[in-house]
């Protein structure tokens, strides 16, 4: 291993041998937390206040599974839900379109109609329960789902608390699960945000996330810049529909990804907040504190996670996860160290929540504000991460913006190129993993240990024609009158420029399934294929 490699960060910073007060020329004194530009936190009393939300993201098969496991985190004393969705929900997709064949309930829980909706909350408050929901293409039919449910019960909008993701630019860019081309895409995200802000005042109605950027093989400044470069394009799109930065900045949320080098994660948080906030002032005017103030869930990340000696990622999302921290999140998602393997087992997930709950109550760090700040290597890191992600952004900037630059594949050149040479890394043996090219485990002598980290969850097959049979029972027992007329306003409203979350809503309420709407809006907009 070199020199140069060895004592570089994964965004390529070089790391000195010692720092000390001779060398923080042009470091920038932290300040306060809770004032511009929120270098140590956005709450002068940070988890002395409140603690970071505690947000285990799970979901798998049907929503009556899921609702068990749900009930069941919230009785380990998670503190709120985030929803994963299968493929075809992601998609658009009902259960028995043929394109949904093999990937219902596997990565996530499938989600077709109201009823599914109800099924999956069923016996969770509404408005005491703060949800996440993680979707993006059908990010508005999602809300709509959500919204229909929580009115069914009689529960106001107006009570009702999460985030939806809805950060369609970054799918384009990272993950692959948009439906629609870039322009129609962007006006369901405007038209859910414009929706939510006049009738969901407690709801985030997006969480732009640089989480899956990061873990499609960017480095920690990629990710910070490309995430604020799309948040640009979201941010004029408002704008230009006459919304004032300060009305709504106060409810764009952030999701990001926390890798392996604990030093560059703490002060990319760090850097991430000045810039945000120095963003917000200089370029577009806002004076409101909360539209200044970076909010930001996290989400320990994945990829580092190994198949190999699976239980060492206990450790390595501990280490994640208080990284987090100390960087100052607001909410936060540990991964569970079977993860590599498969979806998490009940044993894995609670050790996981149990991971920040530790981390919480057991080791004093959310006792003080920012207990890293002034740390001459995490203040030295701080400023030379934010140089580097405005000039990345400013790059962005002068090429004519991110929407074009995905048009053309640059950013997801970028982020290839990265992947690449950090793999490179890898076998080359330059950066060690442990038990993957360094300090290995034969598979024959991983013994008992090792047989029982394999046993994980599995979806029953069964479960996709259990889920076709639901749909057919829906369908049979709706005015298909009724839904067949809000799905014919809705065609009809995708040609003008009328609002179209409450036709969506309407529709969801007057018995549309998932795959109807979607198909609706397809044969009006079209379908994006990349390349």
Excluded at 89 to 108: C, F, I, N, S
Excluded at 263 to 283: G, S
Excluded at 382 to 401: F, H, Q, S, Y
Excluded at 506 to 526: D, P, V, W, Y
Aim: aromatic share 8%; charged share 25%; net charge neutral.
């Amino acid at each position: 291993m070199t020199e140069e490699t060895l004592f570089k960060t994964t965004a390529g910073v070089e790391l000195a041998r010692y720092y000390g007060p001779e060398t923080m020329e042009g470091v920038p004194p932290p300040g306060a937390a809770g004032e511009f530009p929120y270098t140590r936190g956005i709450q002068k009393t940070m988890y002395r206040g409140r603690l970071w939300t505690m947000r285990q993201y799970a979901g798998f098969g049907t929503a009556k599974q899921t609702n068990l496991r749900f009930r069941w985190l919230l009785e380990q004393g998670q503190t709120g839900l985030s929803t994963a969705f299968d493929l075809p929900t992601q998609m658009g997709l009902d259960a028995d379109d043929p394109r949904a064949r093999g990937e219902v309930g596997r990565v996530g829980v499938h989600i077709g109609t109201l009823a599914d909706m109800e099924d999956l909350f069923d016996g969770i408050p509404f408005d005491k329960v703060s949800t996440s929901l993680t979707i993006n293409a059908t990010a508005p039919l999602l809300l709509a789902f959500y919204a229909a449910a929580a009115k069914k019960r009689g529960v106001p909008l107006s009570a009702l608390r999460g985030t939806l993701q809805n950060d369609i630019l970054k799918e384009f860019m990272a993950r692959g699960t948009y439906i629609y081309p870039a322009e129609p895409s962007l006006r369901l995200v405007a038209d859910t945000m414009a929706y939510s802000f006049e009738h969901l005042p407690s709801f985030n109605p997006i969480s732009i996330s640089g989480y899956h950027i990061r873990e499609a093989g960017s480095d920690a400044v990629q990710e910070i810049a490309f995430t604020f470069a799309n948040a640009e394009v979201y941010v004029k799109e408002l704008l230009a529909r006459g919304l004032s930065v300060d009305a709504f900045g106060g409810r764009v949320a952030f999701f990001f990804g926390c890798h392996n080098h604990f030093l560059e994660e703490i002060a990319k948080f760090r850097a991430a907040r000045r810039v945000w906030a120095r963003m917000m002032k200089e370029d577009y005017g806002a004076k409101d504190p909360k539209a200044l103030a970076l909010r930001f869930h996290v989400q320990t990340c994945g990829s580092t996670l190994t198949s190999q000696q699976p239980h060492n990622n206990v450790v390595r999302v501990a280490l994640q996860a208080m990284a987090a921290v100390l960087g100052g999140a607001q909410s936060l998602h540990t991964n569970s160290y079977d993860e590599a393997l498969a979806l998490p087992s009940e044993e894995s997930a609670q050790l996981a929540l149990r991971t920040q709950q530790i981390l919480a109550h057991e080791t004093g760090v959310p006792d003080t504000v920012d207990p890293i700040g002034g740390s001459y290597a995490i203040e030295s890191l701080t400023k030379e991460l934010e140089t580097r992600i405005w000039e990345k952004v400013k790059d962005i900037r002068e090429k004519g913006g991110m929407l074009r630059l995905i048009e053309k594949g640059v950013p997801q050149a970028e982020i290839q190129e990265r992947a690449y040479q950090y793999q490179q890394d890898i076998e080359a043996g330059r950066r060690k993993i442990v038990g993957v090219n360094t300090l290995q485990v034969e598979e024959g002598r991983a013994g008992e240990k090792g047989r029982r980290a394999r046993q994980v969850l599995k979806v029953s097959p069964k479960l996709e024609l259990d889920q076709v049979k639901r749909l057919k029972k829906f369908r049979g027992a709706r005015d298909a009158t009724a839904a067949g007329g809000s799905l014919k306003s809705l065609a009809a409203a995708a040609v003008s420029k009328q609002n179209l979350f409450p036709l969506i809503l309407e529709s969801i309420e007057r018995g549309a399934t998932l795959g109807e709407i979607c198909g609706t809006l397809r044969q009006q907009f079209g379908e994006y294929h990349a390349g």
